[in-house]
């Protein structure tokens, strides 16, 4: 009777300790299933940041990112800067997946147009046809209004002419152009010259531009597209 009881005891015992094990798995396995992972890196225009998201624009394709206090923000050097400088900037985004999204680790302002290895998106940069930035030289219309733009290449900088409208500078990094400017715009019963930055991007085959300003209202508003100009000549 003593060692039935015994046996009984130990069958008892060895349930429980099946049961805590099984108990304590299951919390563990939530915990790593939520860990974040990563990291990852991204390319592409800032267009906005705002309640902690910051969005980027790669040609027709928009990213949003969830941004923290130890989200770096850097210029092309790689030194702090404020986060509100990147927009309408290209940037390479350095990101980890966490539970729901991406969290944004570094945003820098590209100093080349190609992002850094294991990007899951990247802009690639064609060769020049005639020297560094030589492929954005020509003239080119705007797909949507049939509005002209002619470029003029001198070593690194580039001058945008419109026609019509006002003529902007930049500098050329790769197959990117990164310009500000001014852009003409109605506000309210009035028009005014807007603070406009943006970049300019050219496709692998040196036959489509696309253009991405990013234009700043009074008001803290930010307006941002994406024009798309076919060559000419």
Known sequence: MNRKSLFGHSDQLLAWLVVAFFALSFPV????????????????????IDDNR??????S??????????????????????PGDVVGKMVEVRFRWITGGSEALSV???????????SSRSVAAPRSRSGEGGSFSGTWRNDQNGHMLTITVTGENAIM??????PDQGTIRGNIIYYEGVSRRNVGSE???LKETGGISLS????????????FYPDG?????????????
């Open 29 to 48: 396995a939530s915990r790593v299933h939520a860990q974040s992972g990563g990291p990852g890196s991204d390319a592409g225009v800032v267009t906005s």
């Open 54 to 59: 910051l969005e980027i624009r790669s040609g």
């Open 161 to 166: 002419d419109y026609s019509p409208g006002t």
């Open 108 to 118: 820098r302002i590209s100093s080349n147009s190609s992002s850094s290895a294991g």
């Open 61 to 82: 394709h928009t990213t949003t990112y969830v941004e923290t206090e130890q989200t770096q923000w850097l210029n092309k050097r790689g030194q702090r800067i404020d």
């Open 204 to 215: 692998a085959d040196g036959m489509r531009l696309s253009v991405h300003p990013a234009i």
């Open 191 to 193: 028009v005014r010259l």
């Open 221 to 233: 508003h930010i307006e941002s597209k994406t024009v798309t100009y076919t060559r000419v000549r």
